[in-house]
């Protein structure tokens, strides 16, 4: 039998250069010798015999010619119109298998896909490329989908069929730069990548960039998996965030590496259960509000901590599947806890099976490696001007927050994204259209992912990891910002650990490193984070940050935390900083857990238990935390003692005053202003016995006096204990205006 194909499309085929399969391939109508018949034609290298079954009558029986040697096969059916079928296929060893053939089946991309594709619209890409399941005319299987514009041709390889890229050849769909097939019967767990044949003829493996699942390091493949179908019970939480802007509410932020936070006995990495069954219980004991995790989407370098990104759209496999971490995130809201997520779209690796000349092309990133590359991290750089791209990304963070209910995005290396020349030399860059220095490409990415995010998901967070003045980072897009909700203040961070390390002998000289910060505090919506970049690369643990002996090294960090909890802004803590962890954090190894064996650090983890549980319960410390109404001074000037107070207030009159010694001296008969003619009582003191402190706690009911100090009308006496802070908010029974 002569093939009714062309010998050059036949070609094509066999060598797996054609760039749409489905034209030769499948059943299609022909005429033949002025006879309407139906052609059926399927390639299948190895295969001894091909046989076309009628679907609903597996006993009429087509047995197929094989028309070239190579594998390919086809037969004519005179007389009889389309129908549905089967392949049954012989190979030598006797195996036989009998499947629903891929190429009988229409794109699962549509034209509205595509063109929504193109603009950089498609907000809901993460449903159409990538490994989808699908039931398709009752036939269940994954439709495969990859953006390869400039290819000259994709197959799907994998487990399944021998990792044979002639096997599951894609069609590329009109100028879109999308390939696509429906691959029936393939399972949960099946492995897969693209085989990318390039225009100079290279062969490619890659990972899927929409995939939702991978094997564990060193191993790159995807797996088939369908993440659908899990069931949430989570409903009150996601109902009652609708309604809550939490920025109206306490944020004390646990953030955490999943990999080291705990190990198993022998070293293994605890699984998504194991830790919603260990960490979630801790987390709500300790009264953090949130978790923010260190990126968790798959990555192939444990010690890039996760910010060298590979599987976007793929919850890493280290700690088990996709289903056990919704489990993970689920039994968090239903324990009131919300989780936030780092997020990275400022770049990407340079592995092999990644985004990196996808196609063979600088798809992903941008031709020229001055506009293209981080030298710096030896990672590339996203083109953000690029429609697929943005796509790519804005889909990715909907992706998260629709499939996995993420509450909040930290976006890491915000600035290295706003300039171009970020820690570049002169030459390593190319200024953008007018001259400058600015990313246009990215402002406007940024802008656009955050207005998408507002509108789809307004109470899910938007936060900037972002180090310079770049103005308005958290102000609205209609006030000129970028429309993020929370800034981390990295500047309060870097005068605030300055200050604590300094004997306490200096830090009179340095004491506007305590204060300045309140000259920009209302800039932005800040955070005030001591975050894991702060305890790795030599720069110690927070407690051996602080100076002296173990007890002083433990009340200043005890007084260094107060401070900040009592400072305006959402807070942060890496884990190990609530016991007092003393070593530097090292991913490749769990905290220093058996330190609570130690008294010493055990009371350290109370005095955060209990200073977390203050703040989330007591509204003055967390109302107004982007306004001055919620916050004054009593005394910033105090120099040369190294004290500050101050208080915070909520809208009804409630306030709570700080009162923070940064000297190993205790102040007996201290008197400090008070904003209101009132009685007082003491409610944390930082010194007290069960916390290792030296007891200099204040008792009972503190009398106010008509005397005044510091510009206020009436004012206290208190012990002030030494690196101490005490906590103190008024007894009044009436109803009271607060004032000088």
């Known amino acids: 039998m002569i093939s009714t194909v062309s010998l050059q499309e036949l070609d094509h085929i066999i060598k797996a250069s054609h760039g749409d399969p489905h034209r030769v391939l499948g059943m299609h109508k022909i005429v033949a010798n002025s006879i309407d018949c139906i052609a059926v034609r399927a390639f299948y290298p190895d295969a001894e015999l091909v046989t076309v079954l009628d679907k609903h009558d597996t006993s009429i029986r087509y047995n197929m010619e094989k028309v070239h040697n190579a594998g390919f096969f086809e037969t004519i059916i005179r007389c009889k119109d389309i129908f549905e079928y089967l392949l049954e296929i012989k190979y030598h060893d006797n195996h036989i298998f009998t499947i629903d053939d891929p190429y009988s089946f229409l794109p699962t991309i549509t034209d509205v896909d595509r063109h929504l594709i193109g603009q950089g619209t498609h907000y809901e890409i993460f449903n159409k490329l990538g490994a989808v399941h699908r039931v398709i005319d009752g036939v269940s299987g994954f439709s495969f989908a990859v953006w390869a514009p400039n290819a000259a041709r994709v197959s799907v390889v994998g487990s399944f069929n021998s990792w044979d890229g002639r096997r599951h050849q894609m069609r590329l769909l009109s100028n879109s730069g999308i390939w696509e097939i429906f691959i029936p019967g393939l399972q949960n767990y099946d492995i897969y990548k693209y085989e990318i044949r390039t225009i100079s003829g290279d062969i490619l493996l890659k990972s899927d960039p929409y995939g939702n699942f991978a094997e564990l390091r060193p191993n790159t493949a995807s797996f088939v998996y369908d993440i659908n179908g899990y069931h949430w019970n989570d409903k009150k939480w996601m109902d009652d965030r609708i309604n809550k802007n939490p920025l109206d509410g306490p944020m004390n932020i646990y953030e955490l590496h999943m990999g080291s936070w705990d190990r198993a006995e022998c070293g293994r990495f605890l699984s998504y259960v194991e830790l919603s069954e260990k960490l979630i219980p801790y987390v709500k004991n300790m009264g953090y509000t949130h978790i923010e995790l260190m990126p968790v989407m798959e990555h192939p370098f444990d010690g890039s901590w996760g910010y060298q990104v590979i599987g976007h759209y793929a919850v890493t496999s280290r700690y088990g599947s996709p289903h056990e971490f919704m489990q993970f995130v689920d039994i968090c809201h239903q324990n009131g806890i919300g989780v936030i997520m780092d997020w990275v779209p400022a770049h990407f690796p340079k592995d092999a099976h990644g985004l990196i000349r996808f196609d063979g092309s600088a798809l992903y990133e941008h031709q020229n490696p001055r506009q293209g590359e981080h030298p710096e991290w030896g990672t590339l750089i996203f083109n953000y001007g690029r429609p697929e791209v943005k796509n ?121 490193n305590l204060t300045f910060g309140m000259m920009y505090n209302f800039t932005e919506n800040f955070i005030l984070v001591l975050s894991h970049d702060e305890v790795v690369h030599g720069k110690k643990s927070l407690l051996n940050k602080m100076p002296g002996d173990l007890w002083q090294k433990l009340a200043g960090l005890r007084c260094a935390l107060g401070f900040m909890y009592g400072h305006p802004g959402k807070k942060l803590l890496f884990m190990g900083g609530e016991f007092g962890q003393f070593i530097e954090w090292d991913e490749k190894r769990p905290l220093d857990w058996f330190l609570l064996d130690f008294d010493h650090h055990k009371q350290m983890m109370l005095f955060t238990r209990d200073l977390n549980h203050l703040y989330k319960n007591d509204p003055p410390l967390w109302y107004d935390d982007f306004g001055s109404s919620g916050f004054q001074w009593l005394d910033c000037n105090d120099a040369e003692h190294s004290l500050v107070s101050f208080f915070r207030a909520d809208d009804k009159g409630d306030f709570t005053i700080f009162v923070c010694n940064f000297t190993p001296v205790p102040w007996y008969a201290h008197k400090i202003g008070v904003p209101l003619n009132a009685s007082y009582k003491e409610v944390l003191n930082s010194d007290d016995e069960k916390y290792g402190g030296s007891g200099l706690i204040n008792k009972g009911i503190i009398k106010c006096e008509n005397i005044p100090i510091t510009g206020r009308d009436y004012s206290i006496e208190i012990v002030v204990p030494p690196l101490g802070v005490s906590v103190l908010k008024p007894v009044c029974n009436c109803q009271c205006t607060i004032g000088n």
């Open 392 to 512: 790519f990304l804005i889909g990715n963070a909907i992706f998260w927050a629709e499939k996995y209910h993420i509450d909040g995005f930290r976006v890491d290396a915000v600035a290295s994204m706003l300039y171009l020349d970020y820690a570049k030399k002169q030459g390593e860059w190319i200024p953008n259209k007018y001259g400058g220095r600015d990313n246009t490409d990215a402002v406007e990415f940024i802008k656009h992912l955050n207005s998408i995010m507002k509108e789809r998901y307004p109470n899910v967070l938007m936060i900037a990891e972002e180090s310079t003045e770049w103005k308005g980072v958290s102000r609205q897009l209609n006030d000129g910002g970028l429309g993020f909700n929370l800034k981390w203040n990295m500047g309060w961070m870097n005068d605030f650990l300055k200050y604590v390390e300094l004997d306490s002998v200096y830090r009179k000289s340095h004491h506007t």
